[in-house]
């Protein structure tokens, strides 16, 4: 019986889990313009270029994003250091 009580166990100590993720400035805070939590890093990316997009200045220094993961016990783990984004060319 104690083995399948440990199997168990095994099975839920290793589902899945959702990520979230969420963005930085510059100085690897969270960001206060693009202050979200996002399901994926293309949603976190994504969002960020469109937000850069509308700046007036492309070289604003406010355009250094980076991008964090939130683990399994809750706390924030840098994945993308801040730095320029490539974003689409205006028309």
């Known amino acids: 019986m104690q083995a399948i009580g440990s199997t168990a166990?095994?099975?839920k100590?290793?589902?899945p889990i959702e990520r979230s993720y969420r963005l930085i400035d510059g100085s690897c805070q969270p960001h206060c313009q693009l202050d979200?939590?996002?399901?994926?890093l293309d949603d976190a990316i994504a969002d960020a270029i469109a937000w850069i997009g509308?700046?007036?200045?492309?070289?604003?220094p406010a355009s250094l994003?980076?991008?964090?993961?939130c683990s399994s016990n809750g706390d924030?783990?840098?994945c993308r250091v801040p730095g320029p984004l490539l974003c689409p060319l205006p028309r």
């Not at 700046?55 to 604003?60: A, G, N, T």
């Open 13 to 15: 100590a290793y589902q």
């Open 36 to 40: 979200a939590e996002y399901s994926s």
């Open 54 to 60: 509308d700046l007036s200045e492309p070289d604003h």
């Open 76 to 78: 924030w783990r840098t």
């Open 9 to 11: 166990r095994y099975r």
């Open 65 to 69: 994003i980076g991008v964090e993961v």
